[in-house]
């Protein structure tokens, strides 16, 4: 997607071990026209799907899905990474490992709040290994709920995570692509 | 505000210690209509501030900020709590405590994203203490912005958070402010 792409070119920044910082519009500061855009493409590209809820994880991801949700008419549900006074009763866990953070944690999501009669099209950020993505994937499958698919942002080609999905036949939307090229920089797969 | 109101007292749920649960529609699962409902009066309650950044915490304030960002057409920032190896350089910290989770932590924000330009309006889900909303301001102030006030979705008007901050001159819109009564139950301040 151009209008991503080139703003990645203009303001992210690569840094050592492959990891790209978009803190200046997607991450940390949020820009909520640009996310816009990115939510009417997600609703492009998953339409006729009949999605009924957006499932997300904390805490970058719940922006992006908000925002997506308006185009889809439906609500979101964020999974929760930490344990929490407010988090109580039946729960789907499943375990995530992150790569950025370098630690494992435990993911919740309330179990009245998926049902076997969802459509669930998954929506985050980032996708590199996919670790967030299965630990998602897992709840899913755990409430017997369908996945839709799967939106991301921007995608690191240079893992595996988006090989290993589209091998399963997963329908995964990624809007930018990046690879790195030999001197350290970053371009985009087709 | 009677539309919020209504929804605590039809989904909401009071636990002992004053927690109230509304995962069913603000901070787990989030019902985007009614948060574009939200996001519209927090526009209207905070009209002509000429509020330039919406500041809030991680997780679930970040999706309410994201949505009322909309109506004001400026960014989002969002406070980080945890150490991550994308968050480096210049940043502002403070330290919050949080009552829901029995725990302190440290809250951080880029240098690069507040500047001595910005009118900052925090955005939050809830407000009980005051701590994350103190933590935050403490950020607002390091960086030399204006802070314009704050607005909340549900305020518990049996904790003191809300006083303190109205005591100190600073502009609070909190959409439902609960009182316990007698019984256990809840009710709703004028």
Redesign the interface.
């Known amino acids: 997607m151009k209008i991503l792409e080139d703003r990645i070119m203009s303001d992210g920044v690569v840094k050592d071990?492959g990891?790209i910082?978009v803190?200046?519009f997607l991450?940390?500061?949020?820009?909520?026209?640009l996310?816009?855009e990115l939510g009417r493409e997600f609703r492009r590209r998953f339409a006729g799907d009949g999605v009924t809820k957006i499932l997300t994880i904390?805490?970058?991801g719940?922006?992006i899905?908000?925002?997506t949700?308006?185009y889809f008419?439906?609500?979101?549900?964020?999974a929760?990474?930490?344990?929490?006074?407010?988090?109580d009763g039946d729960v789907y866990t499943s375990e995530v490992t992150s790569y950025?953070?370098?630690k494992d944690y435990t993911i919740r999501?309330?179990k009245?709040?998926l049902s076997p009669d969802d459509k669930i099209l998954i929506i985050d950020d980032f996708l590199a290994k996919g670790k967030a993505f299965f630990g998602l994937k897992d709840i899913v499958q755990q409430a017997g709920a369908t996945l839709c698919g799967v939106g991301i942002c921007i995608e690191k080609g240079f893992q595996d995570g988006g090989k290993l999905i589209r091998s399963m036949g997963i329908h995964l939307e990624s809007l930018a692509i990046i690879e790195l090229d030999e001197d350290g920089g970053i371009k985009f797969a087709k």
Do not use: R, Y
């Open positions: 071990g990891i910082k803190d200046s991450n940390h500061q949020m820009d909520i026209s996310i816009n904390e805490a970058s719940i922006g899905a908000c925002i949700a308006q008419g439906v609500p979101v549900v964020f929760k990474k930490c344990d929490s006074k407010n988090l950025t953070k370098g999501v309330a009245k709040f």
